[in-house]
């Protein structure tokens, strides 16, 4: 029925040497990202470099088990082309992205005919904000919809 329940079912394990691998290339990213942040930063290199590969270490990891560890222990849905969910999951998507190309368009014209000065972190946060807004109300309005 619902694509959660079929993949906590599987029950399958990874070796133990893919998670081992999965958690050394987590921290070698989240290193790499520290790096990158203090290399661009300039001054505070150390501190930089340990907040941001902290803050970075969970979506690393995460990454690092999607493609390593993931392949070997989810099972995938068969049937994912008739779950209700997905379909909600869609629809949101397709409806966001529509959404959020004339809400750019709108902020861009808006942005042109007034001058003002946004930094790129503020329009791209923005953006995504935006889109992740969008997506869970519609979502909810799906499912709504369906019930």
Not at 1 to 16: C, H, L, Y
Not at 35 to 64: D, K, Q, T, Y
Request: with cysteine; hydrophobic share 50%; aromatic share 4%.
């Amino acid at each position: 029925m619902s694509n959660t329940r079929s993949i906590a079912a599987s029950g399958q394990k990874a070796p133990a040497g893919v998670y081992v691998l999965m958690s050394v290339v987590g921290v070698g990213l989240a290193m790499a990202v520290g790096a990158v942040a203090a290399l661009f930063r300039g001054e505070g290199g150390a501190l930089v470099f340990g907040v941001f590969a902290a803050a970075a270490l969970g979506p690393c990891l995460s990454l690092s088990w999607l493609v390593l560890v993931s392949r070997r222990t989810v099972t995938p849905d068969r049937h994912a082309e008739e779950n209700i969910e997905r379909l909600w999951l869609t629809n949101a998507t397709s409806g966001a992205c529509t959404d959020t190309c004339a809400a750019c368009g709108i902020a861009l014209a808006a942005v042109a005919v007034t001058g003002l000065d946004l930094s790129g972190s503020v329009a791209l946060g923005g953006v995504l904000v935006l889109m992740l807004v969008d997506t869970a109300v519609r979502y909810l309005v799906e499912k709504r919809r369906s019930c």
